[in-house]
């Protein structure tokens, strides 16, 4: 096939040659491509080799730029994919940093408390220190459980570290159970009776004393029957209720709608007192939904007098630190301090541990060649 092409194209051109050879007869006095018919026809087959070799030279640099844009698609195909999916990665962190999930808030948290408690301590200690107080005991309990118990033979709890409590300072720290903020049972560490309120301004009055006192005996009945039966009975429970629910009603008689609005002290005073009336009903649900004898048994008075048994008797119980009445705030700031410097010496005792544990495998069994050992 291809042969017959190649021979209708040489006839051909030797037709093309022979005609532009007589034009050029005729209207020059010489040939340029020579002056016989033999010459004519080397002359075009000459020209067409080189054409056709010219034709294949522009085929392979066609394939060649073919391919060449073929490579450039497919890589380009393959950029698109890696930038869609690294738009997509950006997205996704841009997205993440926007809105962190949980853990992300709690690990963050978490690091901005002990950047305060190792570097910001001062800062830390203004205003309420509750929290860097709680940071810090769920730090230390695990701490001093495996320095007590863990490294038998070993006193590693220095003394200096060990500071003491006064019963002073035990009422007027308060501790929690560690429930809700809406419905904890607070307590003083030194008596640890719960639903003991230290009563506000607002229920101190003479119109609010037989509410009080009625909560008070319905407390201490419910306290009596829960130490000798285990538990409260439905009757209690709704004597209970009923009797929080009246510090209520004694409240907004003493505290008239028209007295609030008078005079705006007494509307502060009214506030103060339904905010204290609203987490006692949360305290009396959270002991009736609970119904432990622990609770109120006394299990739960701290009867030490240092700071690391209450950190013990807070990790035996699930304790934390609530925060302070009007009035004792002075005695949460040394127990911040000092919670910190148990935690900060804490944080070089795995150091002097390893240390002690590699010096003990360094130490030979055998007496004798200690003797040696001495001698040389």
């Known amino acids: 096939m291809s042969s017959d092409i190649a021979r209708r194209f040489t006839w051909s051109a030797l037709r093309w040659a022979g005609r532009l050879l007589a034009c050029t007869v005729v209207w020059h006095a010489a040939a340029s491509f020579g002056v016989t018919p033999l010459s004519d026809l080397i002359n075009s087959q000459a020209n067409y080799m080189s054409s056709y070799g010219y034709m294949h030279v522009r085929l392979a640099e066609a394939r060649k730029i073919n391919a060449e844009a073929v490579a450039l698609e497919i890589d380009n195909s393959v950029k698109y994919v890696e930038a869609y999916f690294k738009r ?13 999930n949980y853990m992300e808030i709690v690990r963050r948290r978490e690091s901005v408390l002990k950047e ?74 030194a008596d640890g009776n719960v639903l003991a309120p230290k009563w506000p301004l607002a229920l101190r009055g003479r119109q609010c004393e037989a509410a009080r006192d009625n909560f008070e005996r319905t407390r201490d009945a419910v306290v009596k029957e829960v130490r000798e039966k285990g538990e409260i009975s439905p009757e209690n429970q709704t004597k209970l209720m009923q009797a929080v629910n009246g510090l209520y009603a004694a409240l907004d008689t003493a505290y008239p709608s028209a007295k609030r609005d008078d005079a705006p002290q007494e509307r502060l005073t009214y506030l103060a007192g339904r905010r204290f009336v609203q987490t006692l009903v949360a305290a009396a649900h959270r002991a009736i939904s609970i119904n432990d004898a622990s609770v109120f ?6 009867e030490g007098n240092s700071l690391f048994g209450l950190i013990q008797h807070m990790y035996r119980h699930g304790l934390e630190f609530a925060p302070p009445e009007p009035g004792g705030e002075g005695a949460y700031q040394p127990l911040y301090t000092n919670l910190r410097q148990i935690y900060m010496k804490m944080q070089s005792a795995p150091e002097a541990q390893q240390r002690n544990a590699t010096e003990t495998q360094r130490t030979p069994d055998d007496p004798d060649k200690t003797n040696k050992d001495g001698a040389a």
Not at 124 to 138: D, I, P, Q
Not at 297 to 302: I, K, V
Request: positive net charge.
């Open 88 to 100: 997509r990665e950006i997205n996704k962190k841009a997205w993440r940093e926007a809105n962190p």
């Open 116 to 189: 305060r408690v190792e570097k910001q301590y001062q800062e830390a200690m203004h205003g309420n220190v509750t929290e860097m107080s709680n940071w810090l005991l769920r730090e230390l309990s695990n701490s001093v459980v495996s320095y007590q118990y863990v490294l038998v033979g070993k006193n590693p709890i220095q003394p200096e570290l060990d500071f003491p409590l006064t019963h002073h300072d035990l009422k007027l720290i308060w501790l929690t159970d560690g429930g809700r903020k809406g419905s904890q049972l607070r307590f003083r560490a």
């Open 297 to 302: 048994s006394g299990q739960l008075r701290f």
